[in-house]
């Protein structure tokens, strides 16, 4: 190419230039619909599908194979199952309460430490989000067995002579859920935190609040729709929750999850599962309405 | 005492109460890894906190089981594999989402993310179903599809984010001199989100390096090393499990922390590009 032309294409593009940045910013691609395609189509095969067929299948009679609603009345009226369901929301609410009461205080400390404090505590809090689940629920067999570390430190203080069974029961459960759960709960709350004004606790000292006022009727109010949306959240996540339960439950705890691996690998009744499924299905998609709500009032 | 005085008193002694609840918090949160990785390490036969003595046994076991072995080579496999399927198509697809200007671009959006808010049991019970049906429960390869599912929207998330912070008016000029839209795409825009499109990687592999409850109802024979460590966490409690959970350890906050500083790269590459 000569200079010439070279320098024709220059000012020609210097002209081109402010019509392309007049332009609305995402016309880039007249139709992205192209792109997003092959990931359609990818999961409305390997995702959707399997979904709905869930869905149907929960409205057939496993033994004519006919249309049925018999499924769904068994769930709702069984009292096994209603058992199940009991104790998935009792743990469920338990596990959420405990995040919110151990984890609103620590998101708290958290935003007056220094840089480097709350780099550390972050740093805590990620690296235990990302050990493995089964890792974190295995610790807990170690730590709270009979001769765990909390029984001997029990028995050799005095306070028992024998062994508190921690273990395959709702107390080793719901301990174990926490532990696995309260990530969930620090993370996006410590985040609202940090997006609340730093100036308005000088300002309401300057107006003669004490810090416990501050607190109290500045600051808890505003991350109140955050710790709302946080607790949500970990309860979706309890309420289908398997490993934990299976592990440190010993299969004495089952929850929702629970059930669903029995009826599916054990006594093969998939109708009823996949009723169970699209009930905790459509719970779990409300509640995360519920989740998306509050998170937009914060 | 004055009343300020007192105040302060008060304060204090809250902010002591606060501290050490706090402080309780983050050990609990860590306990788990400040117990097993020693015990990792220990002589003993049976778990035993604090540890007799050291040796490396635990990690002998491991990697003298051909079972371990067989579960650690299929987990390698079905996590690359899955991720750079959920990579290729998640990054296409975020580009589409970012870029692109058609009805239902939100509704997609939460479409493909919705793997990763349902929970793991629904999506398994249906994959289950699904697979049952069409016979190919069990399948090797309809097992890394199900990984990918999972992992996609990772990627989806974390390339929507590079490619919405890269200037699009850089590829506008890339176009307007001439370029093609496969030449942009491939001299302009990738090059830029190479990071982040590493750190997606890595974290559709964790998730899938992770994955357990959809594993254990569609693997059918395969084993992975979690749904081998599942297996044996419910029959009985085994020592050579801590080796492998310390090994994990490593491995998640090797990759993780690898993600995190390959995508802090983008960031400094992005904001010194458009100064």
């Known amino acids: 190419m000569t200079l010439d032309a070279e320098a024709a294409r220059l000012t020609a593009d210097k002209r ?34 399997p979904l709905l067929m869930t869905a149907a299948w929960s409205l057939v009679d496993q033994v004519s194979g006919g249309f049925t609603l018999a499924n769904y009345v068994d769930f709702a009226t069984s009292k096994i199952y209603l058992t199940v369901v009991l104790r998935t929301g009792r743990v469920a609410l338990t596990v959420s309460l405990i995040c919110a009461l151990v984890g609103y205080p620590l998101a708290y400390w958290m935003t007056g430490l220094s840089r480097r404090g709350q780099m550390f505590a972050l740093g805590i809090i990620v690296t235990s989000f990302w050990v493995s689940i089964l890792v974190r629920t295995y610790a807990w067999i170690v730590v709270l067995g009979n001769a765990g570390i909390v029984n001997r430190t029990l028995q050799a203080v005095g306070l028992t002579d024998k062994p508190i069974p921690f273990l395959y029961n709702e107390v080793g459960v719901t301990i174990g859920m926490v532990n696995v759960l309260l990530p969930f709960m620090l993370l996006p709350l410590y985040a609202a935190m940090l997006q609340i004004d730093p100036r308005l606790r000088p300002m309401a000292y300057t107006l003669g609040a004490s810090s416990g006022q501050f607190f109290r009727r500045i600051f808890f109010p505003l991350t109140l ?22 592990i440190l439950g010993g299969g004495k705890v089952p929850l929702i999850a629970n059930m669903l691996d029995i009826l599916i690998n054990q006594f093969p009744r998939w109708n009823l599962a996949a009723a169970i499924s699209i009930v905790l299905l459509v719970l779990t998609l409300a509640l995360y309405a519920v989740y998306q709500l509050l998170r937009r009032k914060t | ?164 912070a890269f200037d699009i008016r850089i590829e506008q000029v890339a176009l307007t001199l001439g370029a093609t839209r496969i030449q942009m795409l491939t001299r302009v825009l990738l090059p830029n989100i190479v990071p982040s499109a590493a750190a997606a990687w890595l974290f559709a592999f964790v998730i899938s390096f992770d994955e357990v409850v959809v594993t254990l109802f569609v693997s059918g024979t395969h084993l992975t090393i979690p749904k081998r460590m599942f297996n044996q966490l419910v029959l009985q409690i085994n020592p050579t499990i801590t080796a492998i959970a310390t090994l994990l350890i490593g491995f998640s906050i090797v990759a993780v922390a690898l993600a995190a500083w390959l995508t802090r790269g983008t960031n400094t590459v992005s904001g010194s590009r458009r100064s």
């Open chain 1, 16 to 49: 081109a230039l402010p019509s392309a940045t007049i332009r609305r910013p995402h016309r880039v691609v007249a139709s992205g619909l192209v792109w997003v395609l092959p990931l359609l189509v990818f999961i409305g095969v390997g995702f959707n599908l």
């Open chain 1, 225 to 246: 729709p955050a710790l709302a949306a946080t607790f949500v959240l970990v309860f979706i996540l309890s309420l289908g929750f398997y490993i934990t339960p299976a």
């Open chain 2, 1 to 164: 005492m004055s009343d300020a005085a007192m105040e302060r008193r008060e304060a204090s002694v809250a902010g002591s109460a606060l501290a050490t609840v706090a402080v309780a918090v983050l050990l609990f949160l860590a306990l788990p890894i400040i117990i097993v990785v020693p015990m990792s390490f220990s002589s003993a036969e049976s778990l035993r906190f604090p540890p007799p003595g050291f040796s490396l046994r635990w990690y002998e076991s491991f990697f003298g089981d051909p079972q371990w072995i067989e579960a650690g080579i299929n987990s390698v496999i079905i996590g690359v594999s899955s991720s750079t399927i959920a990579l290729a198509l998640g990054t296409i697809a975020a580009y589409g989402l970012v870029r692109g200007d058609f009805r239902g671009r939100t509704l997609l959006e939460s479409n493909f993310i919705a793997p990763m808010v349902l929970p793991p049991v629904i999506v398994a019970v249906a994959f289950y179903i699904f697979f049952a049906k069409l016979g190919i429960l069990g399948n090797y390869l309809a097992l890394i599809a199900a990984h990918a599912v999972l992992a996609t929207p990772y990627v989806v998330l974390l390339m929507s984010l590079a490619i919405r």
